[in-house]
C-alpha cells in the first residue's frame, strides 16, 4: 500500500499545544494535544510532542510518510524560526525551528498562529480562489494574517499584521502588550467580556449577566443571552462590532482587500458578529471602497483549523521550493 504523503502541524498555545496529519488537499488524519506546560524549558514540550508522533508513527508505519512540520505559534518569526517574547509563555526568545528539526530530523517552518490560519485558508479554506483577503481570528485576543496578491505579507522583520494592535481608542482600555486602546481590547472575547461590565455599570436595564462574576463569564454565555434578548448582551455585541467595522475600515484604506475572513471563538456568534461588522465597516469606508469588501467565515473545520493551518505552511513552503529551489 503506498503510503499518503503528509505535513505534521503544529499549533502551539499558551495553555494546550495540538497537532496532527495533514495532506496537501486539507486532509486531516486526526489531532492530538498536550499541555503546553509553559512553566518548563521549550525543549520539554518539544520531546513530549516528539514522544506522541513517534508512537504515532510506529503504530502506522506503512500509512504516512512525513513531508515536513508547519508550526503556528504566538509571536512566532518566520524569517527567525524563533518564538519571541510570547505574552502566555515564559521562555523569552526560542529558537523552535532549531529545537524541532533537531528532534524531529525534517525541515520545519513557524510563524505566528494568525499567519498560519490565514496560509490555512489560503490552501484549505475561504481563501482558495482570493489574491488579497485579512483573516481576523477573534479569540482570546485579536490577531491576523493579511494575503497581498497571493502572498503572505510578512514585513522586513517577520511581525507585519499586528492589526489587533492598532490604537483605535487613545488612552483606552489597558493592553497586554501594555499600551492602551488596542483594537482586541475590545473586539475579541475578552474584550466583549469587558464591555459586558462597563455596560452594567453605566445603564440601567435589568439583566441575567449581572449575575454572573467577572471571571465565570464566557463569550459563549454571551452569545445565548443575546439570542434570548437580554439588552445588555446584546449592547456589547453591537459595542464589540461597532468597534471592529471601524478597525477595519482603517485596514481597508491600507490593504484594499477581496474579503475580511473572520476566524475563532467570537466569530460563532455569527448573526450578532458578521451582519453588524458589515453595516459599521461601510459606515466608515472611504467612499471608493464601499460595497467592494466582503466579510465571510472561515470555511476550516473549527476543531481542526489551527493544526490545518500550521500544516498548511508546511505545504507552502515545499511549494515555494518546487517552484524556486533558491527561495526559503
Known sequence: MESTKVALGIDLGGTKTAFGFVNKKGKCYGVKS??????????????RIFDVYSDWIAKDKEKYQVMGIGIGAPNGNYFKGTIENPPNLRWGTTKMVELIEKD??????????????AIGEQKFGAGKNLKNFIVITLGTGLGSGIVVDGRLVYGHDGFAGEL??????????LCGCGRRGCLETYASVSGIIRT??????????????????YHDLDGEQIYKLAKEGDPLALKAFDETTRILGE????????????????????????????????QYL?????????????????ALP?????????????????????DNPKEK
Open 247 to 278: 478597525g477595519l475600515a482603517t485596514s481597508v484604506a491600507h490593504l484594499s482587500p477581496e474579503a475580511i475572513i473572520l476566524f475563532g471563538g467570537l466569530s460563532l456568534a455569527e448573526e450578532f458578529i458578521f451582519k453588524p461588522t458589515k
Open 302 to 322: 473549527p476543531g481542526d483549523a489551527a493544526v490545518m493551518g500550521a500544516a498548511a505552511l508546511m505545504w507552502h513552503e515545499l511549494s515555494l521550493k518546487k
Open 164 to 173: 489587533g494592535h492598532m490604537v483605535v481608542r487613545p488612552n483606552g482600555r
Open 104 to 117: 524531529f530530523d525534517l525541515p520545519a517552518v513557524l510563524t505566528n498562529d494568525a499567519n498560519a490560519a
Open 34 to 47: 498536550i499541555p503546553t506546560n509553559s512553566h518548563q524549558p521549550a525543549k520539554n514540550l518539544v520531546k
Open 196 to 213: 459586558v461590565f462597563e455596560l452594567q455599570a453605566n445603564l440601567p436595564q435589568d439583566s441575567k449577566l449581572r449575575k454572573i462574576a
Open 282 to 298: 461601510e459606515k466608515n469606508l472611504l467612499t471608493i471602497f464601499k460595497n467592494k469588501v466582503r466579510i465571510i467565515p472561515s
